[in-house]
């Protein structure tokens, strides 16, 4: 019961509900008025839905509705001028006026009952995974309003995740989005979920495609910091080779100096996996970017704030500013001195600690 209009990105819950009203109204008048037979006055009846349907499948909800408005106004003022006038076709009139203001009805009331259930915890959460990627203006809007509602959400959103990966297929475009949500809340029983993912589901011990592990191994350590370190480095020890570049990229995520000097003394493993004639897009600039806020990073949040999400195509788009400005580039090839890279990140975040405990 979910519909997102192409052009301008606005998510309608109930619209598919209402289009079916339209046409099973349009079939009862073609059955038993025949308007196209008896004359213009009483194509009116056919006609108008017509024009409300045809607004209704092709613009936005606003103007839908306002249209949905019209068709009641002109209903009503059909209604007043036969009484008014006190024609004796009221009569002939009472079956298409009857199934006008029945279909106007159940309109409202699936307006009310739809919309209320996509606006609850359970809708929000469906809407999320069914939105294509190519819409991340509303996959955002959806689980704004989630991260919202804070911890409350945490367990039906838990208990959703747990059932999306018990799948034999898993869409990569759930898991994520959910995770997404949980980083974001970052509430001690979010992070719990997020690290028993990490710990317990995320299998990188061949060379199969592993978007969604991608992800939800970089937004455990934007959530967990430090605190995620020896669960990535399990999972870094138990790593295919070709896949260990996700939990090293996610370790840098996490500021921890320890993290990010063992991922300093593995830069060339990282560097030959872009040279490899395979590399999936999004993970090469996973990689770039991730050695890029490494070279060019002059603070802790500058590690978490590399976009990337945006190649892998999962409908995320989060906020990446940085304080120091730096200049994403998901084809950044520049060079890296480890040595100094290991004095010039010891220095930045020992004096964020000592920032910390002032």
């Given at each position: 019961m979910n519909c997102v209009n192409s052009v301008t990105d606005v998510h309608t819950p109930f619209l598919n509900s209402l289009i079916g009203v339209f046409f099973g109204w349009l079939m009862i008048m073609l059955i038993f008025n025949r308007p196209l037979t008896k004359g213009t006055k009483r194509f009116f009846y056919f006609g108008v839905p017509i024009f409300a349907l045809g607004f209704l499948?092709?613009?936005p909800l606003g103007v839908g509705l306002a249209v949905l408005f019209c068709w009641f106004?002109?209903?009503?003022?059909?209604?007043?001028?036969?009484?008014?006038?006190?024609?004796?076709?009221?009569?002939?009139?009472?079956?298409?006026?009857?199934?006008?203001?029945?279909?106007?009805?159940?309109?409202?009331?699936?307006?009310?009952?739809?919309?209320?259930?996509?606006?609850?915890?359970?809708?929000?959460?469906r809407s999320m995974g069914s939105v294509s990627p190519f819409y991340p203006g509303t996959v955002h809007s959806v689980m704004s309003r989630l991260i919202q509602r804070g911890p409350e959400v945490v367990e039906p959103l838990s208990e959703t995740l747990d059932k999306t990966l018990d799948r034999d297929y898993i869409s990569p475009f759930l898991p994520t989005r959910i995770a997404y949500c949980l980083s974001e809340i970052g509430s001690p029983q979010a992070e719990a979920v997020l690290k028993q993912v990490v710990a317990e589901e995320i299998d990188?011990?061949?060379?199969?495609?592993?978007?969604?592990?991608?992800?939800?191994?970089?937004?455990?350590?934007?959530?967990?910091?430090?605190?995620?370190?020896?669960?990535?480095?399990?999972?870094?020890?138990?790593?295919?080779?070709?896949?260990?570049?996700?939990?090293?990229?996610?370790?840098?995520?996490?500021?921890?100096?320890?993290a990010i000097n063992s991922v300093l003394d593995q830069v060339d493993d990282l560097q030959k996996q872009l040279k490899q004639p395979?590399?999936?897009?999004?993970?090469?600039?996973?990689?770039?970017?991730?050695?890029?806020?490494?070279?060019?990073?002059?603070?802790?949040?500058?590690?978490?704030?590399?976009?990337?999400?945006?190649?892998?195509?999962?409908?995320?788009?989060?906020?990446?500013?940085?304080?120091?400005?730096?200049?994403?580039?998901?084809?950044?090839?520049?060079?890296?001195?480890?040595?100094?890279?290991?004095?010039?990140?010891?220095?930045?975040?020992k004096q964020s600690v000592e920032n910390d405990a002032e």
């Open positions: 499948v092709i613009i106004i002109y209903l009503l003022c059909r209604i007043l001028l036969i009484l008014f006038k006190k024609e004796e076709t009221i009569r002939k009139n009472l079956i298409p006026f009857g199934v006008n203001a029945l279909a106007l009805t159940v309109s409202f009331i699936l307006i009310f009952v739809t919309t209320t259930q996509a606006n609850s915890t359970p809708g929000l959460i990188l011990s061949d060379d199969k495609n592993t978007k969604w592990e991608a992800a939800v191994c970089c937004l455990y350590a934007d959530c967990a910091g430090p605190r995620a370190v020896p669960v990535l480095q399990t999972l870094l020890e138990r790593s295919d080779e070709k896949q260990q570049f996700i939990p090293l990229c996610a370790l840098v995520r996490t500021g921890d100096l320890s395979f590399t999936n897009r999004g993970y090469a600039a996973m990689i770039r970017l991730t050695l890029q806020a490494l070279a060019e990073g002059q603070s802790p949040e500058d590690l978490k704030a590399s976009p990337i999400y945006h190649r892998m195509l999962l409908g995320l788009r989060p906020d990446h500013r940085t304080q120091t400005g730096i200049v994403w580039n998901q084809l950044w090839d520049g060079e890296l001195d480890i040595s100094v890279l290991q004095d010039h990140w010891s220095q930045i975040l």
